[in-house]
C-alpha cells in the first residue's frame, strides 16, 4: 500500500479522530490498533471500534503491568468486546527479574531491558499480523519527540501506513471524550521501560512507520 503522505495529512489537519480513522479504514487494507491500556487508551479503543467493531487490538503486555491495569484491560476487552491479540516478552517477567531485574534508565542493560520487554514483541506482531496500516494513540503533547509527529507517516512505499488519529488532542481533549462516552480511565500505570512519563520508550523513534 502506498498513499500521498503530504496530502493525506494536509486533509486530515484539524479532523476529528473517528474521521481519521474512517479514512483509514477507507484505504481498504488490514487496519489494527495498538495499546499499552494505560491512560486515555480507551478513548482510541472505543474510537477504532466504533468505525470498525471488530477490528485487531493488539496488545503488548510487558508482564510489568500493574495489577490495577491488567483488571482495567480484562474489564474494557468485555466492555467493548476488543478482537484483541496479545503479545508477551519471549522471557517471563520473573525469569528476567532473577537475572537482571528492571534496570534503571541509566544502566547499560536498560536498553536490552527495552528490546526484550518491548520491542522484540512489538516488531514480532507486525510481522505476524501483518498489518498495512496502523493505528496509535501517541500525542504531541506527551513528548519532545512526538511534538514534531505528523497524522500519517509511511517510511517508504509499500511500508505499513502508521497514523495517529488523536495526535492534536490535549489531555484535556482526552478526558472530554472519556467523559462524554462514559468510558473509564486507568492512571495507576507503569511502564518500566520509560519510568519517567514524558520518555519516549524507543518504539516510536525506532518503528517510525
Same mark, same amino acid.
Given at each position: 500500500?502506498?498513499?500521498?503522505?503530504?496530502?493525506?495529512?494536509?486533509?486530515?489537519?484539524?479532523?476529528?479522530?473517528?474521521?481519521?480513522?474512517?479514512?483509514?479504514?477507507?484505504?481498504?487494507?488490514?487496519?489494527?490498533?495498538?495499546?499499552?491500556?494505560?491512560?486515555?487508551?480507551?478513548?482510541?479503543?472505543?474510537?477504532?471500534?466504533?468505525?470498525?467493531?471488530? /477490528? %485487531?487490538? @493488539?496488545?503488548? =503486555?510487558?508482564?510489568? #503491568?500493574?495489577? &490495577?491495569?491488567?483488571?482495567?484491560? *480484562?474489564?474494557?476487552? !468485555?466492555?467493548?468486546?476488543?478482537?484483541?491479540?496479545?503479545?508477551?516478552?519471549?522471557?517471563?517477567?520473573?525469569?528476567?527479574?532473577?537475572?537482571?531485574?528492571?534496570?534503571?534508565?541509566?544502566?547499560?542493560?536498560?536498553?536490552?531491558?527495552?528490546?526484550?520487554?518491548?520491542?522484540?514483541?512489538?516488531?514480532?506482531?507486525?510481522?505476524?499480523?501483518?498489518?498495512?496500516?496502523?493505528?496509535?494513540?501517541?500525542?504531541?503533547?506527551?513528548?519532545?519527540?512526538?511534538?514534531? /509527529? %505528523?497524522? @500519517?507517516?509511511? =517510511?517508504?512505499?509499500? #511500508?505499513?501506513? &502508521?497514523?495517529?488519529?488523536?495526535? *492534536?488532542?490535549?489531555? !484535556?481533549?482526552?478526558?472530554?471524550?472519556?467523559?462524554?462516552?462514559?468510558?473509564?480511565?486507568?492512571?495507576?500505570?507503569?511502564?518500566?521501560?520509560?519510568?519517567?512519563?514524558?520518555?519516549?520508550?524507543?518504539?516510536?523513534?525506532?518503528?517510525?512507520?
Amino acid at each position: 500500500m502506498e498513499v500521498d503522505v503530504a496530502k493525506a495529512n494536509a486533509e486530515l489537519a484539524g479532523k476529528h479522530p473517528k474521521e481519521i480513522i474512517e479514512w483509514a479504514a477507507s484505504l481498504g487494507g488490514k487496519t489494527i490498533v495498538t495499546t499499552n491500556f494505560g491512560p486515555f487508551e480507551a478513548a482510541i479503543l472505543h474510537l477504532a471500534t466504533q468505525v470498525k467493531p471488530d /477490528m %485487531e487490538v @493488539v496488545w503488548i =503486555d510487558s508482564g510489568y #503491568a500493574t495489577r &490495577k491495569t491488567y483488571l482495567f484491560a *480484562e474489564k474494557l476487552i !468485555a466492555d467493548l468486546s476488543l478482537n484483541i491479540t496479545v503479545y508477551n516478552p519471549l522471557m517471563s517477567a520473573a525469569r528476567r527479574d532473577a537475572l537482571m531485574g528492571i534496570p534503571d534508565v541509566d544502566d547499560p542493560q536498560h536498553e536490552e531491558f527495552t528490546n526484550q520487554v518491548k520491542l522484540e514483541p512489538f516488531g514480532r506482531a507486525m510481522r505476524e499480523t501483518a498489518p498495512d496500516v496502523w493505528l496509535t494513540a501517541v500525542r504531541r503533547d506527551q513528548t519532545e519527540f512526538r511534538k514534531n /509527529m %505528523e497524522i @500519517v507517516t509511511q =517510511d517508504k512505499p509499500g #511500508a505499513v501506513v &502508521k497514523i495517529a488519529p488523536v495526535l *492534536e488532542w490535549t489531555e !484535556a481533549d482526552m478526558q472530554a471524550y472519556l467523559d462524554a462516552q462514559g468510558l473509564p480511565n486507568e492512571t495507576n500505570y507503569y511502564d518500566p521501560t520509560k519510568v519517567l512519563g514524558n520518555r519516549e520508550c524507543g518504539l516510536h523513534n525506532r518503528f517510525t512507520a
